[in-house]
């Protein structure tokens, strides 16, 4: 918090727009940050006169697990925008993304010029607004589901850390989570990684492999418990391989 005040203190005259990442994503996989902190960035940032934007394109729409469609809602935070996409579309094959303004709607809108997007965004199909719609009613009915299943997951995580003697650092919440391997150097967690890649494809499971050195896991909301489970001990079995396969150095075993 000490090296928030100071950058502001120092930039804050430069920034018109600062964009968060309440909960990251490969880069740290799933990593969130402490409520606390992020209220108070949120806070100091408004005070110089930045607008601040919660990029939630990824941990929002409930996925974080926390029984809001929105992680700033469940931690407090009060950014002037929020991101959202992807999701929202259901997977119907036309990409969505969207921002929600706390205040300036009007003013956007009347400005004369397209709020849609371009490319992926386009926002042209009727059938992925329709499917927009249909996803932001029925959302808050799984929002139970996605904090049974995020238990889940945690404590199966903390199995596979266990097992491998503390090998992984756990992050993450709801149904975005992952771990990174708790070796200092990034060179040998990307090797460590790499070794994996193998191991997960040999066990017939499919994390994301991030490129800082470890693996994050998105399931589907609805994804069965069973069935996650299921996916869990494979991953174990791969990451327990794996370890087995290096010493602490990332070097390969004879």
Not at 21 to 29: D, K, N, R, T, V
Not at 150 to 162: N, V
Not at 183 to 210: F, K, N, T
């Amino acid at each position: 918090m000490q090296e928030i005040d100071y950058f502001l203190a120092a930039h804050g005259h430069e920034i018109g727009v600062l964009l968060v990442e309440p909960q990251w994503g490969s880069s740290l996989a799933a990593q969130t940050w402490p409520p606390h902190v992020l209220r108070h960035l949120v806070r100091e940032a408004q005070s110089k006169g930045i607008l601040v934007c919660s990029d939630e394109i990824m941990c929002g729409l409930g996925r974080h697990g926390q029984g809001t469609s929105f992680l700033c809602e469940a931690t407090g935070m009060e950014p002037d925008a929020v991101t959202f996409g992807k999701a929202v579309g259901a997977g119907q094959g036309d990409v969505l993304s969207g921002v929600a303004l706390r205040r300036g709607a009007a003013a956007l809108g009347s400005s004369g010029r397209s709020v849609l997007q371009m490319h992926t965004y386009a926002g042209s199909s009727s059938r992925a607004l329709l499917s927009a719609a249909a996803v932001l009613d029925e959302l808050p009915s799984w929002y139970d589901h996605i904090a049974a299943a995020g238990k889940m997951l945690s404590t199966r995580l903390e199995e596979i850390r266990d097992a491998t003697n503390g090998s992984i650092i756990v992050n993450g919440s709801g149904l975005m989570q992952g771990a990174l391997f708790a070796h200092p150097d990034r060179a040998v967690r990307r090797h460590i990684a790499s070794i994996l890649r193998q191991e997960v494809s040999a066990a017939g499971v499919m994390p994301y492999i991030v490129p800082s050195g470890g693996f994050m896991i998105t399931p589907v909301v609805d994804v069965d418990l069973v069935e996650l489970d299921e996916a869990c001990n494979r991953l174990q079995t791969a990451v327990v391989n794996t370890m087995a396969s290096v010493d602490w150095h990332g070097n390969c075993m004879p």
